[in-house]
Antibody, heavy 118, light 108 residues
Framework: QVQLQESGPGLVKPSQTLSLTCTVSGGSISSGSYYWSWIRQPAGKGLEWIGRIYTSGSTNYNPSLKSRVTISVDTSKNQFSLKLSSVTAADTAVYYC??????????WGQGTLVTVSS | QSALTQPRSVSGSPGQSVTISCTGTSSDVGGYNYVSWYQQHPGKAPKLMIYDVSKRPSGVPDRFSGSKSGNTASLTISGLQAEDEADYYCCSYAGSPLFGGGTKLTVL
């Protein structure tokens, strides 16, 4: 079955760009009609959808983050990536990747904690 | 878009039933049959429990059921078990996904 795994730096300095990659295993990221999403969760708080990408490269972003988010896909590596620019402490969270665009999300990666601090 | 409204906490004893509500608007919960529910244990990733309002993925016990009336969706867990203690999140698709604030279920 499909599995997802997030990777990237666990510490990012304020004003810099957060970069994460999600590697998909157990199936091709290009097979099926799926979106691939990023979702985050600050400690002790709820889930926030960041954005999604279709395998064609078409993207949709949360309006509250749209100006700072870029999601891309590399089908040759079976990966998709997240870039979040101009980060602040408010962007400290566990970041999850998931298959789906919200109808629904399944499965999810295990999550990776990103801390924004100098 | 504002987050969907869920009770912050609910509780029940083993064997009992509990229902968690998720209230939105006619633009999200009421307008689409794309409500999903996720279970999250501490330190773990969310797990899909219900999708398309009332459908259960393979492997999810039939003790979990979903429904919707108007702008409010509900997750009902019958025959509560200790392992059901977790946080539960609803999600509605309104052009883009929107999550509820989460509900902590305590099994007494």
């Amino acid at each position: 079955q499909v599995q997802l795994q997030e990777s990237g730096p666990g510490l990012v300095k304020p004003s810099q760009t957060l970069s994460l990659t999600c590697t998909v295993s157990g199936g091709s990221i290009s097979s099926g009609s799926y979106y691939w999403s990023w979702i985050r969760q600050p400690a002790g708080k709820g889930l926030e959808w960041i954005g999604r990408i279709y395998t064609s490269g078409s993207t949709n972003y949360n309006p509250s983050l749209k100006s700072r988010v870029t999601i891309s896909v590399d089908t040759s590596k079976n990966q998709f990536s997240l870039k979040l620019s101009s980060v602040t402490a408010a962007d400290t969270a566990v970041y999850y990747c998931a298959r789906g665009g919200g109808r629904p999300f399944d499965p999810w990666g295990q999550g990776t904690l990103v801390t924004v601090s100098s | 878009q504002s987050a969907l409204t869920q009770p912050r906490s609910v509780s029940g004893s083993p064997g009992q039933s509990v229902t968690i509500s998720c209230t939105g608007t006619s633009s999200d919960v009421g307008g689409y049959n794309y409500v999903s529910w996720y279970q999250q244990h501490p330190g773990k990733a969310p797990k899909l429990m219900i999708y398309d309002v009332s459908k259960r993925p393979s492997g999810v016990p039939d003790r979990f059921s979903g429904s919707k009336s108007g702008n409010t969706a509900s997750l009902t867990i019958s025959g509560l078990q200790a392992e059901d203690e977790a946080d539960y999140y609803c999600c509605s698709y309104a052009g883009s996904p929107l999550f509820g604030g989460g509900t902590k279920l305590t099994v007494l």
